[in-house]
């Protein structure tokens, strides 16, 4: 493949949701007044383990397809609320969290010399869910 590539892509987190903290009335228990933010950061690494176990079963030629598709797709940004379909991937559609893992881990994997080009926010997610997987 000849060229590099200049633009990535910009993934879009969905904004953190208003937390209703309970009052000392409320019978909320601790697990239901947990910020949003911190489930999106657990699922984002989970999706990125189930990638990364996935592509330890791929070929190189096959993880740089995924990479390049899933880069492409993503260049106006992706909406981890909706769902996709790569057939690079799968037949089935990809949640936007899926997509953006499978992007990310396999950019990584078949480009990572070009790191800091990937302008996608899940770095420390890939660093953990690679540490899941030692």
């Known amino acids: 493949m000849a060229g590099k590539i200049e633009n990535v892509t910009i993934v879009q987190s969905p904004t953190p949701a208003i937390i209703d903290i309970p009052s000392a009335d409320d019978k909320e228990t601790p697990a239901q007044s ?64 899926e997509l953006a893992a499978w992007c990310y881990c396999s950019f990584m994997h078949a480009f990572p010399q070009m790191k800091d080009k990937l302008q996608m926010p899940y770095e420390t997610h890939y660093e953990k869910a690679k540490a899941k997987m030692k």
């Open 34 to 97: 947990l910020s949003e933010e911190a489930f999106h950061d657990e699922r984002m690494v989970a999706e990125m383990e189930s990638v990364l176990q996935k592509m330890a079963m791929m070929d190189e030629s096959h993880i740089r397809l995924i990479a390049l598709t899933t880069t492409m797709m993503g260049q106006e940004g992706l909406d981890l609320n909706k769902s996709y379909q790569v057939p690079a991937v799968r037949d089935t559609d990809l949640t936007g969290y």
